[in-house]
């Protein structure tokens, strides 16, 4: 009962907020404050108010609170900007990219492909079409009205209450989740069984049967991608910081996301820090970086060679060769994905694959692979465009960061490529778009790259006399 005082008044004082800024007050900037603020904690604010009052209603509106949110920016967005009508956009390749991607889905809720129905279709469309709205606010983002250390803040401090839980998990070697009521909650608002040992589901479970935890978010995975938002953020601040006490500060901060890396236990966004921090030395020319991951590999190779257990280098060895259950369920998962593509180049319908609530386990094909989930219900087409808007997102954040490096106009663009980059490996063994909070957030900061390498060029364009 406490743990639901505390999440549910939380919960309504930042919806509150939310809505007081955006629609009171015509700060849709707020939007991205909200997000962070609230999605973190979606999965644990839902679960628990299912626990305690058993109300699908009370869940529901909870659950369509960021859409609301998404809303109240969109209508002031629209009513408070007084020139709204005189705005001209200027459009770059990258939003094209963005809008025949939306379109193309837009146009697959009505086609009759698949066994999906409308609103299964329709609902699998609004997280897609939200994903289009984060990148566009990003665009017509004004951070003057809203100082970037409210965002970066809120970042990190959620990273170090991730860790914080995490510990408390670790040191009584119990899910939060066994806590909160999430079993109950998935069972019966999203219709998925408990599954595994600990009456959760598998992913919070290794191979050997070892616990994984996932401190507030909805599962290992989720926070192990938040991770991967947090480090490149804690890192470029303790780059740019000049006073050494405040430098220490954001080590531990990057000590404490990683650890809460590791208590997650996720293979990919493991090896996707150090695709990460491999990017950011070579891109940003951070060559000490690279000095420190091969310490890292180092030590992971010596622990595992001559500390671990017999167990624990069976299990690293299976997933190496792809012979553990759990790799082989990615490969299963993607051939039959791979046989869809290739029987059906122009898709089988949205809602057919992946691991949405709006999708169907029964009729589902593929689900383990953001890559090809998208190219089995979007086709051949849908993946190009996917793929070549996540490449844009980075070539734009990049250029973004070099031509703004001197400015705190940088530390987005820096997180938005890092970010990008570090989730290409969690893309091909997760759903990872479904990770509403890293989504959202991300996306968000991809529109503020583009707007901000606009900006960038046109004042660093010659004055035509």
Known sequence: MILFLIFFLAACAVLILAINEILLKGREEYLIVFMCLYLPFYTTILSLVFQQTGSTLLVSLFQLSKELIVFCAI????????????????????????LAFLGLGLLYVFLPLGSAGFAQKLMYYKNMAILGVMYFFGRNARLQDLKLGTITSIILGVGVL???????????YTHFQSINGFAAFNEAINRKDPEGSFYLNWTFESQSGAKRFASFFSGPLELAAAVLLAFPLALILYMRERYPVHKYIYLIVMACVVTSLVLSFSRAALAALFIQLFFLAFVFRLYRLIFVGILLGIGAVSYVVFWASKDFQDFIYDTITFQNSSSIGHLIEWFQGIESMIANPQGIGLAMSGNASSVDDSVKIG????????????????????????????????????????????????????????????????????????????????????TTLERRRRELRPQRT
């Open 162 to 172: 991730a860790f914080l839980l995490n510990l408390y998990e670790y040191f009584t």
């Open 75 to 98: 209508v002031s967005f629209v009513l408070f900007k007084r020139d709204f009508y005189a705005l001209r956009f200027r459009l770059v390749f990258i939003d094209y990219v963005f």
């Open 367 to 450: 689900g383990e692979n953001q890559f090809i989930i998208f190219g089995v219900q979007l086709g051949v087409f849908g993946l190009f465009l996917y793929c070549l808007l996540l490449f844009l997102s980075v070539i734009y954040s990049l250029k973004a960061y070099r031509l703004s490096k001197a400015t705190d106009d940088a530390i987005i663009p820096f997180v938005a490529a890092s970010v990008k980059v570090g989730l290409l490996l969690p893309l091909f063994t997760s759903n990872a778009e479904i990770f509403l909070y890293v989504a959202f957030v991300s996306w968000w900061m991809v529109g503020y790259s583009v």
